[in-house]
């Protein structure tokens, strides 16, 4: 069976810090993988989404990037976090289009 | 392109009906319908692709109006374990898998 791990569970970082945050997918190749931001008021932001390795589309421009290293891993990182930064964020990926098979997040604090 | 949700939140008694409404400015390929408890990943209802029926899910369902490019998520007889926050996403037609969510409903239901 398919699974998803996303790491880690929390995260306090102070601003200007780097950061990086890890996604791997089990049980499946080739999947769609996405990150989501979750702040206050937002909804479920899509910052990210890849359809195969080093490819990497950007839905909104910020102070993040992502990359594909490996079919199955999808990193979210930045050079410099800001206060702005903070948030519950989701990887996601799916093989079909039809469902979509969330991680259980990471909550960032960025202080 | 982010679909617009209403209401922005509902209250309801056990047992009372509630529908939760997404539309969308772009022709769309699909809908999907997800709920996610507090500081959870959000979890799949349903989706609804262009051309396809009306969905179920027990006493949830959901329709998709194509041509007014608009979904609505049907909550019959609601239980105490509905409440959470309902999050329609949506896929434009002709895109590569990019799952964009609108703000979210949240939907608390009294005993």
């Known amino acids: 069976s398919q699974t998803i791990h996303q790491w880690p569970a929390t995260l306090v970082q102070p601003v200007g810090s780097p950061l990086s945050l890890e996604c791997t997918v089990e049980?499946?190749?080739?999947?769609?993988l996405y990150w989501y931001r979750q702040a206050a008021g937002r909804g479920l932001q899509l910052l990210f989404y890849s359809v195969g390795i080093g490819q990497i589309s950007s839905e909104v421009p910020q102070n993040l990037s992502a990359s594909r290293p490996q079919d199955r891993q999808f990193i979210l990182s930045s050079k410099k976090l800001l206060l702005s930064d903070s948030g519950f964020y989701l990887c996601a990926w799916t093989w079909d289009r039809l469902h979509y098979t969330f991680g259980s997040g990471t909550r960032l604090t960025v202080v | 392109q982010q679909p617009v949700q209403s209401p922005q939140a509902v209250i309801l008694r056990e047992g009372e009906d509630a529908v939760i409404n997404c539309s969308s400015s772009?022709?769309?390929?699909?809908v999907h319908w997800y709920r996610q408890k507090h500081g959870e990943a959000p979890i799949f209802l349903m989706i609804l692709l262009k051309g396809g029926e009306q969905k179920g899910h027990d006493k949830i369902s959901a329709s998709f109006n194509e041509k007014k490019q608009q979904s609505s998520l049907y909550l019959t007889a609601s239980q105490l374990s509905y409440s959470g926050t309902y999050f329609c996403?949506?896929?434009?037609?002709?895109?590569?898998?990019?799952?964009?969510f609108g703000k979210g409903t949240k939907l608390s239901v009294k005993p």
């Open positions: 049980g499946t190749s080739n999947p769609n």
């Open positions: 996403g949506t896929e434009k037609d002709g895109s590569q898998g990019n799952l964009i």
């Open positions: 772009k022709a769309l390929y699909s």
